[in-house]
């Protein structure tokens, strides 16, 4: 099986596996070793299908922000204009991700997330060691994002959970990942901490 490079810096590392309780939607779905290179082959070259439409065009926009600035910084008004181009192609995006079915159909979940795997409860009762497409919205941004992953521990859910129809919590590790989608998981996360202390110091006052 490929195993996606993972960063090497400790300070990488520190960013790529800190921890975040969030609420996504959520989608899993078991698969085999050959069908996960396969998949993962395809998910690289952007064959993926509509769902990962925002993270692509999320990752564009990231390699275009320093660009934009320069031109900003020369014409306030050319900026603005791309800036609007740009929110109509999102708007597109969040259309062609309306359109999938098997996520529409998915309640929004707890997740304890990190950019290195994720713990969430389920209803199956999958094997430590078996493998699974994740297909993952993130919120606000409306981002989807398709990893494959290995459940690295299974437990039984909490009788709260058990009410609500997952039985199980399962701790799953982030395979195969594209690089791009890794630093859209790694920001989503940074602004989620920074939401969430901004909200404790507020309330603290």
Do not use: W
Request: with cysteine; proline share 2%; aromatic share 6%.
């Amino acid at each position: 099986m490929k195993q996606h490079d993972q960063p090497t810096a400790s300070g990488a590392e520190r960013r790529s596996f800190f921890r975040i309780d969030d609420t996504v939607r959520l989608s899993l779905r078991q698969v085999s070793n050959e069908e996960m290179d396969r998949r993962f082959e395809r998910l690289e070259h952007d064959l993926a299908g509509n769902f990962t439409v925002m993270s692509s065009l999320a990752a564009i926009t990231s390699q275009m922000t320093l660009g934009l600035r320069r031109i900003e910084n020369r014409d306030a008004d050319l900026a603005a204009y791309l800036r609007a181009i740009d929110q109509k192609i999102e708007v597109i995006g969040r259309a062609f991700i309306a359109q999938e079915p098997e996520l529409s159909a998915e309640k929004a979940l707890p997740v304890n997330l990190s950019a290195g795997g994720m713990c969430v409860r389920v209803d199956e009762p999958y094997e430590a060691g078996s493998m699974l497409e994740i297909r993952m919205l993130l919120f606000p941004s409306f981002t989807g994002l398709m990893i494959y992953g290995t459940v690295v521990h299974l437990e039984n859910a909490t009788e709260e959970a058990s009410a609500e129809g997952y039985r199980h919590v399962a701790r799953i590790e982030f395979t195969h990942i594209r690089e791009q989608d890794r630093e859209l998981l790694i920001r989503h996360l940074l602004r989620l901490q920074s939401n969430q202390l901004r909200d404790r110091q507020e309330g603290g006052e």
